[in-house]
């Protein structure tokens, strides 16, 4: 057998827009509102092509295992076809209940259709909900229910940048102008951090792959830890959306499974995740020896 080479967190629909990956870090909400203005004028062809594109350089640098992101649900296919091993997430997001809840069934049923594919045991299809400043409580739970009963592995995007912890927590904070600014509704604040916010939600019961993990306390590491879920690090890319740097180390002690991902190549430099691990090493240092980051790449999804 080859030696597995997993990278966990990738949106290959989005490998078109290299041209947004910042050379020096950048305040995250500029980020998303430049992806949001940009993504809206690629055609499916053009996605198609990305996302054609993205596993031909997810092979090229030896990738066994991807964990793939699609909002316009384009990579499936081609994932499923394309001998790679892993997990890709249909992704629903939204404000707005009533439409939240009728995409989040859409996903749903094109879950189903694609849990009949011939690939399905090697390439599984699973649900993303995005991330807790972009989508409605009801979906977070709504969505979590349904994975855990119907056995469907659940991602979310999580404690990424600062900005996250300012509006979960108090509705202050970068946040506000991108909503207003896209017309969407705005709740009163949870009043939670990330992590304990999607705990009073149910979400970690479906032991959901936390994305991103930045923004956590050592309480919330064990929290996390306690419900089985694993974490991805994708040092580029929270280095470049000015989110800061994981807390590896303690993740590591406190036994949570932790893959490596490169994030999308509109907020990294490649899809290699070697090329990771080398802008990573000097950051956290001796504390993570070359042993922990070989077992995190070789982690199969
Ligand atoms: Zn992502």
Redesign the pocket.
Known sequence: MTDVLTNA???LELTGLAHLCPTEPVEFTRWIRALIRERARLTPADIRRGVEAGIEELLACGTTHVGD?TATWLSVEPLLESGLRGIVWLEVLGLNREKALDDLERAKAAIERARRHPASDRMRVGLTVHAPYSCHPDLFREGAAWCREADVPLCV?LA?SPAEVAWLTRRTGPFGRLLRRLGLPISPAPGLRPVPYLHALGVLEARPLL??MVHVTDEEVRLVAEAGCAVVH?PR?NHLLGCGRMPLEAYLAAGVPVYV?T??RA?SPSLDVRAEVAFARPWHGDRVPAEAWEAMLARPL
């Open positions: 967190h990738t949106h992101i995007h990424e994305v991103h994708c890319s991902g994030d999308s907020s």
